[in-house]
């Protein structure tokens, strides 16, 4: 598929076909979206594969049981339905310190703490790896969501997964034959979203 029609018709996927994906799929996937670009080219992602039922389902259960204690009411689908995909990435950042972080953790605390935790250099390669990997899974006729909702439970996620400090879980991706969605999310046209500065 042309680059251009992967980037118009790509679309979160919510639900999909009960069929098994091939891990060796997945791992194409992976391999090709690793020339995203990162700050640094730190690369500072690293992605567990979780194809696993009974641990999917367990983490189902902890973002449910989660969401009630922190809202009051049971979590709503958009937050729960990644167990239901054949398979789940859990993408991670590794911790990301760029040259210019340790001078100005010394000079000027202020604007450090904006390029960490605002700018946040890290966060955004994480970002970049995320979406090359959607355009992928497109590309290959496979459908995917970019989740954040479920880190609600994100402590309790770890854990189960077993990603360790200082590594952060940062998203969840079911990855699965789609069932289509007949439309796409309308999008703001260009001019509302640019300025231009001669």
Not at 27 to 37: D, K, T, Y
Not at 114 to 126: A, E, H, W
Not at 174 to 183: A, N, T
Not at 184 to 193: H, I, L, Q, Y
Request: net charge positive.
């Amino acid at each position: 598929m042309d680059i251009i029609e992967i980037i118009k018709t790509r679309k979160s996927i919510r639900k999909f076909e009960k069929d098994d994906i091939d891990i060796e799929q997945i791992r194409g996937i992976i391999e090709v979206s690793l020339n995203a670009p990162s700050g640094g080219n730190s690369q500072n992602w690293f992605t567990y594969i979780i194809k696993n039922k009974d641990i999917l389902n367990r983490m189902r259960n902890e973002v449910e049981v989660i969401y009630k204690k922190v809202v009051g009411k049971d979590a709503p689908g958009v937050y729960t339905f990644f167990n239901e995909a054949p398979v789940v990435l859990a993408v991670t950042q590794k911790p990301y310190i760029g040259s210019l972080d340790t001078i100005l953790e010394k000079t000027d605390k202020n604007r450090n703490y904006d390029r960490k935790f605002i700018v946040n250099p890290g966060l955004q390669s994480v970002s970049s790896f995320i979406t090359h990997v959607l355009l992928a899974v497109h590309n290959e006729g496979l459908g995917a969501c970019w989740m954040t909702g479920p880190l609600v439970a994100k402590p309790e996620l770890e854990d189960i997964i077993g990603i360790k400090s200082p590594d952060n879980l940062v998203a969840l991706i079911p990855i699965g034959k789609p069932v289509e969605r007949h439309s796409k999310t309308s999008r703001n046209g260009v001019t509302e979203m640019i300025k231009v500065i001669n």
